[in-house]
């Protein structure tokens, strides 16, 4: 049954020299990896906005000159990463650059930062888009956290798939939403210019506003910065995309830069000339929506395409996750599984990771998206500061071609990432403060997880002074539980591998005669082979079985003996039915594997009915 229905959800296994038609064109590429970024023009504005509001109306003006320093912000970002993209074609983005410039603890806090960062990517998107779905459809907000699960799911299953299904399937919400927005933005600046939409700002540019601070104004700008989220994720994926990859790669980021830019430039300038203020039960997009396209079916299209947009946009972290993932682990700092991939040719197991995590957020949340906000910015503008000024060092070193002028962006971008870090902590620290938890608990996992790497290839490694043990013999224990089928066949197993067999079995004090007729039934059966009737008190088997395996496994090593345990066990013909017994050889080999000197064995007789 649960291949079955994992044939049905996830699809048949692909070859591996299939693995070459997965790589993504620069048209699937934007909308894979680009959908974090650009659906943050959703939120992004209204953060800014919400945060002025608090003071007046008419401080919400402001909002222009916060997006325009979002903006610089953005041009320095972009061409940075589009630097790291050729300097570093391999994938893994900020804890490459980190890593290789700095040193492995900074870049393991860049790895760490963007692990966290794209589960809260995965939690915030979703929380976005599920907000949308209940602003149309007000009947479903006390189903908002159940509606998100149900969202991380459905992408998790898509991405599990292959990235050319799920880049397939996500070019549709991706690119309506662009032509709306577009639509939207330019026919609302057209109906300015003709006069058709009336000017509505609560207060002129430039206007003074009392009460306006430095502060408020900076925690205005840091919350606009959230924006920015996502835009390093192409750098992550470069190997995903066809070739010449790094070429390609850098072409779409420039590409989901300049609709990022126009997109944010153009709703926070319509935000501001309508007077649109937030209110918990109707986004600014929606506002501005309905304004622009009046109650009609464009105005009911953009919302749907904004749900869309921010549903999906969880896509772009879980495909920078897993190939982040795959970095650190090919580096041992993280479990090998997560570099093996999946019957689709996808990295599984960093994919289902992503959707766990991100579901853990969303019900410690409680699906509300201002309370994820600060935590996601602080997550990514960590790495943003490394990875640019690691590259500031990047070029101090290796020099080339432009490297004075690409230095420039890169300081700028690292100032102004380090000032947002700073900002995010002065004036969200009573929602950021978790970070200063997870990472050093994260950069303590890692090393872990490193060292026990270590210790382990160390200890596997064959030397040329080492001498391969010779032993004179084997003794095999063979643990009966009753006669059957089962025992003939494991005795005749153990005969044919072992110098020395004894057959033991466990008696409780519930039935004495009919563990005596057992002991009797054996020694007929097998009377070569040595019986051990061991008595538990205490309906224990696991307990007797080891202590006199112990003592059996010292005598044989006197010997120069190994000794082997062999459990026999049956396997009813349908999987379903192993349920319907009790499972003593699992807890048996789970107790015996404790020792280093016994070799546990299993014997499996097959059951045809």
Known sequence: MWRYLKRLLIGKPLKT???????????????????????????????????????????????????????????????????????????GGAYMVATRNWGTSVGLIAGGSLLVDYMLTVAVSVTSGTEAITSAIPLLRGHSVAIAIIIVLFIMTLNLRGMRESASFLTIPVYLFIILLVSMICWGLFNIATGKLNYAAAAP??????????????????????????????????????????????????????VL??????????????????????????????????????????????????????????????????????DKFMPHMYMDKGD????????????????????????????????????????????????????LRERGRNWILNLLFNFLGA???????????????GNVWPYLLIMPVLIYLFYKIHDHYITVATQLRLRQEANLHAYNGSTVIVLVSSVTHVTTGAINYARSIGDYVIAMHVSFDTNPKKEHETANEFKESFPDVRFVDLHSSYRSVASPVLRFCDVIAKNSAEKNFTTTVLVPQFVPRKPWQNILHNQTSLRLRAVLNSRENIIVATYSYHLKK
């Open 261 to 330: 830019a126009g997109f944010f430039a153009g709703v926070t300038f319509l935000s501001y000339y309508l007077g649109i203020m937030p209110n918990s039960k109707e986004t600014v997009l929606s506002q501005i929506g309905m304004a622009v396209f009046g109650h009609g079916i464009f105005y009911y299209l953009l919302q749907l395409s904004t749900a869309m947009i921010l549903a999906v946009a969880a896509n772009t972290g879980f495909s920078a996750f897993p190939i982040l993932a795959y970095n650190l682990a090919k």
């Open 205 to 258: 540019v430039g206007s003074v506003v009392p009460g306006m601070s430095v502060v408020l104004f900076l925690k205005a700008f840091s919350a606009g910065s959230s924006s920015l989220t996502g835009v390093e994720a192409i750098s992550n994926a470069v190997p995903n995309f066809k070739k010449p990859k790094r070429k390609n790669a850098a072409n779409t980021l420039a590409i989901m830069a300049i």
């Open 17 to 91: 020299t299939d693995e070459g038609g997965q790589s993504l064109t620069k048209f699937k590429a934007l909308a894979l990896l680009s959908s974090d970024a650009l659906s943050s023009v959703a939120y992004g504005t209204e953060q800014i906005t919400a945060v002025l509001v608090v003071l007046s109306a008419a401080a919400t003006w402001y909002a222009i000159p916060a997006a325009g320093i979002v903006l610089v912000l953005l041009f320095a970002i972009t061409m940075s990463y589009r630097q790291i993209i050729h300097a570093y074609p391999s994938g």
């Open 344 to 395: 689709r040719l996808a990295y599984s197991n960093g994919i289902i990771s992503l959707a766990v995590g991100a579901i853990v957020l969303i019900m410690i949340f409680h699906g509300q998206t201002s309370l994820l906000i600060p935590l996601y910015a602080v997550g990514v503008f960590v790495p943003f500061t490394l990875s640019q000024s690691g590259m500031i060092i990047h070029w």
């Open 415 to 429: 100032f102004i990432s380090l000032a947002l870090v700073i900002f995010l902590f002065w004036l969200h620290f």
